[in-house]
């Protein structure tokens, strides 16, 4: 009975500590594009920030790292395999250093941007610019979840939030068991790290003190990559879910759509963005292929906008 008691009472204890950890999580998400959830911190630009990294399970997850510039994420990182290496050479002092293939100062939008490529529509890397912009108006606080999934807590000018998970951040390397937070921006640094590397800014934050700073990484690090998008870009490019009141809906291996007009596409994605199978809508009923159990992202298109999205789980 002791036994049964005290395994009763830490199921408890996690139960009440995930649900305390609950209330962290990124609140008031304002609608999805392409499947991915943003908020609106109320930030001077109009900036909305993804609730999650690319690549992650949930909001707590680190997704998966990128070399700077590659759209291809990896777990192994060094300089002789980074996409954009050139040479290694040894100047006239004698001391071993690297270059990179100048692939611009702003990457962000372009086709070296994995938050563009990955994720579609209008969704980009952050500039250097867009983390000042964070740091500045945001208050920022490390908060301890079920370990790992620790983070920074980030709330905005206006209430709502989202997290950092922290990352493993591979350096040079394997990924390593020290974490920390440090996410890539777009935007490229003169300064070369330890003197040798051409490098990038990052955003980087430390557990101990939850302080947010920006500072040069080299750039075949594999860092984590929170996406971003103008709130302009919405305007002008993509509908967000609440701008529509048509509809549909997932059942036994059809999708039902109520509303919508002649000519829009449909399209089924995975979690990573790829594309499994896209159709001409015709009417309000459209069958699915045969898809492997999972979850994916059935989204309704038409003139490069994405007019709908949902999430299904094939069982």
């Known amino acids: 009975m002791k036994k049964l008691t ?35 911190l109320g930030l001077p630009t109009g900036t ?36 954009f ?21 702003q990457i962000s939008g372009t086709e070296y941007d994995a938050a563009h490529t990955l994720w579609g529509d209008c969704w980009r890397m952050p500039t250097k610019e867009d983390w000042e912009e964070l740091i500045e108006y ?16 980030i709330c905005g000018p206006n209430g709502n939030s989202i997290l950092l998970p922290l990352t493993f951040s591979p350096h040079g390397g394997a990924s ?41 990484d080299s750039r075949h690090d594999g860092l984590s990559i929170r996406p971003v998008i103008s709130r302009k870009d919405i305007s002008t490019s993509v509908a967000t879910l609440t701008d529509f009141t048509p509809s549909m809906k997932y059942e036994d291996g059809v999708i039902i759509l109520n509303g919508y007009t002649g000519g829009s596409e449909l399209t089924v994605s995975d979690l990573s963005g790829r594309n499994i199978c896209s159709d001409t809508i015709d009417d309000n009923i459209c069958p699915l292929p045969a898809l492997s159990k999972g979850i994916y992202i059935v989204a309704v298109r038409k003139s490069d906008k994405t007019l709908n999205t949902i999430k299904i789980a094939v069982k």
Request: aromatic residues 14%.
């Open 176 to 216: 390593t068991d020290v974490l920390r937070g440090e996410y890539w921006s777009a935007t490229s640094c003169s300064d070369l790290v330890h003197d040798i590397y051409p490098s990038a800014m990052m955003l980087s934050f430390n557990p101990a003190d939850s302080k947010m700073k920006l500072m040069p």
């Open 85 to 105: 290496f050139e040479e290694e050479f040894t100047d006239d002092n004698g001391i071993l250093r690297y270059s990179a293939t100048n692939i611009g100062e």
């Open 138 to 153: 945001c208050t920022a606080e490390y908060k301890e979840y079920v370990s790992p999934d620790n983070g920074l807590y």
């Open 6 to 40: 005290t395994t009763l009472l830490l199921s408890l204890a996690i139960s009440v500590y995930a649900h305390a950890a609950d209330s962290y999580l990124p609140i008031n998400p304002e609608g999805e594009i392409a499947g991915h959830a943003y908020v609106d």
């Open 48 to 83: 909305l920030w993804a609730t999650s990294n690319i690549y992650a399970e949930s909001s707590c997850h680190p997704g998966r790292y990128f070399a700077w510039g590659e759209t291809e994420a990896r777990d192994i990182f060094k300089w002789h395999d980074y996409l």
